[in-house]
């Protein structure tokens, strides 16, 4: 594969090659010691990020909520949930931000809103039949939900209200909890409302957006049943482990459909409005690149999570198979590609992989891989420690999807961060505070504090990395050719340097050049679970 490097005019937009660090606002540093993360918790911490080395950061809803999904369940998009702070708290972060050279991107929930925001509670109010309801998707449907389609946090993605006098109630959709109403798109008030919220937070002076469901705004307008094939399900969105499988021939009358576009163009001319390349990502899942690639055409998204690299199995064939694909994908429509392997919905990087000493090799093997592919980088809060999934015990677990199903659920990637010190909460609030969840004892070893001052640890390789990616991929240009090395190899170049990464189970020859970094030790070989940079 030979791609043109295009690095000139328009395309020098600063989140082109950004790495963005996310924040999962209630569980990075907490200031007021409630046990749950906040805002000035974030700006006292934000010279980490800084020495990290990467460009933005990303921070989780911090809206009004009654936080039955943290958060992406908003009450109003114009204020902070007093748990987190206030707008003046909002102000001082990102001016902090600023100040250290980060760019700062939140998020925005338009698929749906909080039971207990303004607009529900008025629909509830007014009754069938009524303007305020036909801003939500409410049906009639006696005798049952009006349609088959189930909640990506499981059960039924319809509940019934309460009837009044002589009648029976109406249902609403939720695609996700019975707390977190579907908005009606069709209805031009919400996207009026959600243009206003844009600029809101465009004149509070955010560099960008992370768009939660883009994919999701628009249903099929007939509300169809969704054909289901026994064995062909797959869970859109917020779902954990093994339940997010790339899947190409579902039938999803609920997602991606094609009048959603028409909204994202709409939010860019809104964007390029403003001075300084404000962005928008998408959390678009779906079902291929090239349904992806529609919402990063020149006029619409900047651009959208590429889950095919978080989803990819431990194997050079997927890996490899994944970086085609993407480049291909994005190449169509003139956009550049991202990477990311942990978030806050997926089961973090190093479990995936197996765990332990081998799992932890093989994450540092994947994101140094990954921070060498042109275009930009996601990384999540607590992976520049190597932190793995916790279990979290059930009484501590606040998860829809642990509630409607049983799974789990995401709160094991969520723990407070460890800080310093030898015991909970390691700093991450007061001493004697409780976070909301428990950290395990072993993350003595793992805060940021011990990590800096071991050249081994998994911090420094994260710093050392970033500084690697710094001063190459200015000069690197856009394209990547890849290398034939074998079955267990994915192997490339991108302008001066060479990277390999050995997914076998057998010492590879290395690339001719000098390692200028590399996952873990290296001999003469390049040994299994292990990447470097040659040059
Ligand atoms: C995707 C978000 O990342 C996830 O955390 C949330 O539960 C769903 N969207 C619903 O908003």
């Known amino acids: 594969m030979d791609l043109n490097d295009q690095m000139q005019g328009s395309r020098r937009e600063w989140w082109r090659h950004a790495v963005t660090y996310q924040i999962y606002v209630r569980s990075f540093a907490d200031a007021d010691g409630d046990g749950i993360g906040d805002l000035p918790g974030i700006t006292a911490r934000l010279e980490h990020v800084r020495d990290l080395g990467v460009d933005a950061i990303w921070l989780n809803p911090f809206y009004p909520s009654p936080q039955h999904d943290h958060g992406y369940d908003v009450a109003d998009y114009c204020d902070i949930d007093p748990l987190f702070g206030t707008l003046a708290d909002a102000d001082a972060m990102v001016e902090r931000a600023h100040e250290l050279g980060l760019k700062v991107i939140i998020d925005l929930v338009p698929n749906h809103t909080s039971n207990e925001h303004p607009w529900f509670q008025a629909a509830l109010a007014a009754g069938p039949g009524s303007p305020e309801r036909d801003r939500y998707l409410f049906r009639d449907s006696p005798g049952g939900p009006p349609n088959n389609w189930k909640s990506v946090f499981g059960g039924p993605a319809w509940t019934q209200v309460e009837a009044g006098p002589g009648e029976e109630g109406q249902w609403y959709l939720h695609l996700f909890d019975s707390t977190q109403p579907d908005l ?6 919400v996207g009026d409302m959600f243009v206003d919220v844009l600029r809101f937070w465009l004149d509070r002076g955010v560099d960008g957006f992370r768009v939660d469901v883009a994919h999701g705004l628009f249903k099929a307008e007939d509300l169809r049943d ?17 339940s997010m499988v790339e899947r190409t021939d579902v ?7 094609p009048e959603v576009h028409e909204v994202y163009r709409r939010w860019h001319e809104v964007l390029a409005k403003y001075d300084g390349d404000r962005m928008m990502v998408a959390e678009a899942w779906t079902q291929s690149p090239e349904s992806m690639a529609r919402y990063i055409r020149p006029d619409e998204f900047s651009q959208a999570f590429n889950f095919a690299w978080l989803l990819a199995p431990w194997s050079a064939e997927d890996f490899t198979r994944v970086i085609t694909g993407t480049f291909e994908a994005v190449d169509q429509v003139g956009a550049t590609p991202t990477w990311v392997l942990s ?16 799992g932890l090799a093989r994450a540092r093997a994947a994101t140094l891989t990954m921070l060498a592919l042109p275009g930009s980088a996601y990384l999540y809060q607590g992976e520049e420690l190597g ?6 015990e059930p009484e501590f677990r606040s998860d829809p999807l642990w509630f409607r199903t049983g799974n789990p659920g995401r709160d094991g990637c969520r723990v407070p961060m460890p800080w310093s010190g030898s015991a909970p909460p390691f700093g991450f609030g007061p001493t ?8 395990p004892a072993e993350w003595s070893e793992l805060t940021v504090a011990a990590q800096a001052a071991d050249p081994a640890s998994t911090l420094a390789f994260y710093r050392a990395a970033l500084a690697a990616r710094r001063t190459f991929s200015e000069t690197a240009g856009e394209g990547i050719e890849l290398v034939e ?10 302008g001066p340097i060479t990277v390999a990464l050995n997914c076998g189970t057998e010492p590879v020859a290395l690339p001719p050049g000098e390692v200028l970094i590399a996952s873990g030790p290296v001999g003469e070989k390049l040994p299994p679970d292990t990447a470097a940079w040659l040059g």
Do not use: K
């Not at 039938?251 to 459909?257: H, L, T, V």
């Not at 932190?387 to 979290?392: A, G, H, K």
């Open 184 to 189: 009606n798109w069709r209805n031009p008030e």
């Open 226 to 242: 969704q054909i289901v094939v026994p064995g062909h399900e797959r869970m859109s969105g917020a779902s954990a482990g093994e």
């Open 251 to 257: 039938d999803e009358p609920m997602w991606d459909q």
């Open 343 to 358: 978030n806050h919905d997926v089961d973090r990087h190093p479990s995936r992989y197996g765990g332990g000493a081998r």
């Open 387 to 392: 932190l793995e999934q916790v279990e979290v």
């Open 432 to 439: 004697g505070g409780q976070p909301w969840i428990p950290q």
């Open 485 to 494: 090395a074998g079955t267990d190899v994915v192997c490339f170049r991108r």
